[in-house]
């Protein structure tokens, strides 16, 4: 049986994550509701519901299998917890994070593409070179492989949806 997952920061076209979607079928892009708030947790983005920001991402209809590998590398249900979410293309599962996001900063306009992309951010800089330790033996060839921590975050990085 298919089900669609809604994906806003790792797992979007283009990002480290994005292989373990390369069975699942692209359904389209999607903004949500103004009822969130995204935060940078490491090298990943955590999108809390309770704010008042929309969340740019994608929408995926995956297998169970691959549902399975999205629940193993958001660390549901410990770290992150899903919820469905009204889609254009039907209900989704979004990730939301179940951690503190205290001092954590938010993420302006809910777009982790726009944020890991912008050359005049110090950290976005420290983002885009970071990648999840996870990826290390994956097929990405050497610039998808893992550089854990960086500058800003010596931190291991985790990923996200």
């Known amino acids: 049986m298919r089900q669609r997952v809604f994906v806003y920061g790792t797992l979007l076209r283009g990002e480290v994550n994005h292989h373990l979607l390369a069975q699942a079928e692209f359904l389209g892009s999607h ?18 519901r309770g704010g008042t920001t929309a969340i740019q991402g994608e929408v995926y209809g995956v ?3 691959g549902l399975r590998r999205l629940d193993r590398l958001e660390d549901y249900p410990a770290l992150y917890d899903r919820r469905l979410l009204a889609t254009p293309y039907g209900r989704a599962w979004i990730y939301l994070f179940r951690g503190s996001v205290r001092d954590r900063p938010l993420i302006p306009g809910g777009d982790w593409r726009s944020f890991a992309a912008d050359p005049d951010s110090i950290r976005a800089a420290g983002v885009r070179r970071a990648r999840d330790p996870k ?7 050497d610039a998808g492989r893992a550089t854990v ?3 800003l975050d010596p931190e291991p990085v985790r990923s996200s949806a």
């Open 63 to 65: 297998d169970h299998a």
């Open 31 to 48: 903004r949500t509701a103004a009822c969130f708030s995204l935060y940078l947790l490491r090298a990943y983005p955590g999108a809390v």
């Open 135 to 141: 990826t290390r033996g994956s097929r990405l060839g």
């Open 149 to 151: 921590g960086s500058p």
